[in-house]
C-alpha cells in the first residue's frame, strides 16, 4: 500500500538524523568523547576552524580588510627586511654581497607567504604547514647566506633574526613563538661573536627590533580575525534561521496535508479496485477525492495567506530591517503605519520579504534605506540599496501597472540578478493584481524597488494569486 511504502522507506532515514546530530560540536554524543579527552585546547581548535570555513568565499569588506592587513605587515615587516642591504652595501667581496642579496630576497618571499596565510583561513591546514616549513627553511638557509655580510660593520643579519621574532606569532602560538624567538637571539648572538661583530648590537637589534615588530604584527591580525569571526557568526546564524523557517514550514505542510493524502490514497485505490466491479462505488469513492483534496487545498491557502488582523506592514519592516542590521548593513527606516485591505497588506508584506531578500543575495550593499509611507488613497513603498552588481538589461520596461506601462526603465531588474528572477517577477504579478504598479531603477551606486499600491483593494481583486 503506498502509505505502507512510505513508511518503510522513512524508517532507516532516523539513524541518519541521529547520527547527524550526534557530530555536532559541543554535544554530549560519543564522535566527541575523544576529542573532550584530548582537552579543550583541541575542541577549541574544531569550532575555530568550522567559524573560519563559514567566512568562504569571502564579502567584498571582509577582503578589502584583508588586502588592509597584508600591506600593513608587509609595509612593517619590508622596513625591517631592507636593512640587511645595507650591509650588503658595505660588504667589499662580490660574491658575499650576491649571497647576501639572494639570502634576503628568499627570506623575504617566504615571509610574504607566511603572512598571507595568516589572514586565509580557509586555506588547509597542509597549506599553512607548507608555507610555514618554507620560511623556516629560508631563515636557516640566511645564516650561511647573509651572516657573513659586513658582519663587523653591520648588524646584517641581526635584523633577519628580528624579522624571524617578529614573524613568529603569526605561525605559531605565543609558547611556540616564544621557543623560535629565542633560538633566533641565541643565533644572532653566535653569528656576532663567530664573525667579530659587537654582540651587544646584534643582541638589542634582534630583542628590541623583535619585540615591536612581533607586537606591530599581531595587532592588526588579531583584528582581523575578530572580523572574520563576526563574519562567520553571521553567516552561521542566517542560515540556522532559514532552516528553523524550513522545519516549521515543512511542520504545518504535514499537519495540514498528511492525513488527506493519506485518505486520498488509500480512496484512490479503492477506486481503481472497484472500477470494473462495481462502478458506482467506485465513483463515491472518486467523487469523495476530490471533495477531501478541494478541502485539503482550501485549508492550504488558508493557513498561507495571513489573516488581516495578522498583517503588520510596518512590523514587517522592522523586522526585515533587524535582519539587515545583523548582515552588517547600516539600514535607515523611515515608515509610518499604514492601513489598508488584506490584498494591499499582503502585497506590500510580501515586496518587503522580497526587497530584503534582492539586497542580501543580489547586492555587495553596506547600506540600505526603507520607506513606506501612505501617498492619498495608495501606500509606497521604496527599498534602496547601494552597490548593486553588474546585471544585465532587462527586456522591456520596468514599470507596470495594471492598465498600462510606464516608461521608467533601469539596466537590471534585480541588484545584479537575471532579469527572469522568480522572486522579482513574482513580486511584480503580485502588485500588478492589485492594480499596483512596480519599477525599479538602477544606477551605477544604487538600486531601488519602488512600489505603490492602492489602499482598498477588493478581497477577490488579487488576481491570479487566491
Known amino acids: 500500500m503506498p502509505g505502507g511504502q512510505h513508511r518503510r522507506r522513512a524508517r532507516p532515514a532516523a539513524p541518519a538524523r541521529s547520527c547527524t546530530h550526534a557530530s ?4 554530549g554524543h560519543t564522535p566527541y568523547a575523544s576529542s573532550r579527552r584530548r582537552g579543550n585546547a583541541d575542541r577549541v581548535g574544531v569550532m575555530m576552524t568550522m567559524s573560519l570555513a563559514e567566512t568562504f568565499p569571502p564579502s567584498r569588506t571582509l577582503t578589502r580588510a584583508r588586502l588592509l592587513t597584508v600591506v600593513w605587515l608587509l609595509s612593517s ?5 631592507l636593512l640587511p642591504l645595507v650591509g650588503v652595501g658595505r660588504e667589499g667581496a662580490t660574491v658575499l654581497r650576491v649571497s647576501g642579496v639572494v639570502g634576503v630576497a628568499a627570506f623575504f618571499g617566504a615571509q610574504v607567504l607566511v603572512m598571507w596565510s595568516a589572514v586565509t583561513p580557509w586555506a588547509t ?6 608555507r610555514q616549513l618554507l620560511f623556516v627553511a629560508a631563515a636557516v638557509l640566511s645564516v650561511p647566506m647573509v651572516a657573513p655580510v659586513a ?3 653591520w648588524a646584517t643579519w641581526a635584523w633577519l633574526a628580528a624579522s624571524v621574532i617578529g614573524t613568529a606569532p603569526l605561525m605559531w602560538s605565543w609558547s611556540w613563538a616564544t621557543v623560535a624567538s629565542l633560538a633566533a637571539l641565541v643565533t644572532s648572538v653566535l653569528v656576532a661573536m663567530v664573525f667579530d661583530g659587537e654582540v651587544f648590537q ?3 637589534v634582534t630583542l628590541s627590533v623583535g619585540v615591536g615588530l612581533a607586537l606591530v604584527n599581531r595587532a592588526p591580525v588579531w583584528l582581523w580575525e575578530l572580523l572574520v569571526r563576526a563574519e562567520a557568526t553571521q553567516r552561521v546564524e542566517a542560515r540556522a534561521v532559514a532552516a528553523d523557517e524550513r522545519n516549521r514550514f515543512g511542520r504545518d505542510v504535514h499537519d495540514i496535508l498528511g492525513h488527506d493524502l493519506t485518505v486520498i490514497a488509500l480512496k484512490s485505490e ?8 462495481d462502478p458506482a462505488s467506485s465513483a463515491r469513492e472518486a467523487e469523495e477525492v476530490r471533495a477531501i483534496a478541494e478541502s485539503a487545498l482550501g485549508r492550504l491557502r488558508g493557513a498561507l495567506a495571513p489573516r488581516r488582523q495578522d498583517l503588520d506592514v510596518r512590523s514587517e519592516v522592522d523586522q526585515m530591517a533587524r535582519i539587515l542590521a545583523a548582515a552588517g548593513l547600516h539600514t535607515d527606516v523611515e515608515a509610518s503605519d499604514v492601513d489598508g485591505s488584506a490584498p494591499t497588506l499582503r502585497a ?3 515586496a518587503v520579504k522580497e526587497a530584503t531578500t534582492n539586497v542580501l543575495r543580489h547586492s555587495d550593499a553596506q547600506r540600505c534605506r526603507i520607506v513606506l509611507r501612505s501617498d492619498g488613497d495608495r501606500v509606497r513603498l521604496e527599498v534602496t540599496n547601494d552597490r548593486p552588481r553588474a546585471g544585465r538589461s532587462p527586456h522591456g520596461p520596468t514599470r507596470t501597472g495594471s492598465t498600462r506601462t510606464g516608461s521608467t526603465r533601469t ?10 528572477s522568480s522572486g522579482l517577477n513574482g513580486l511584480r504579478e503580485r502588485v500588478i493584481g492589485v492594480g499596483g504598479t512596480f519599477a525599479v531603477h538602477r544606477r551605477a551606486d544604487s538600486f531601488t524597488i519602488d512600489v505603490s499600491v492602492p489602499a482598498v483593494v477588493p478581497d477577490g481583486g488579487l488576481v491570479g494569486h487566491e
Open 24 to 27: 555536532r560540536p559541543g554535544s
Open 77 to 81: 615587516v619590508l622596513s625591517v627586511v
Open 125 to 130: 591546514t597542509r597549506t599553512h604547514r607548507r
Open 151 to 153: 658582519a663587523d660593520q
Open 202 to 204: 646584534y643582541a638589542a
Open 270 to 277: 479503492l477506486a481503481a479496485r472497484t472500477a470494473d466491479a
Open 348 to 350: 506590500l508584506t510580501m
Open 411 to 420: 539596466g537590471s531588474t534585480s541588484s545584479g540578478a537575471s532579469p527572469s
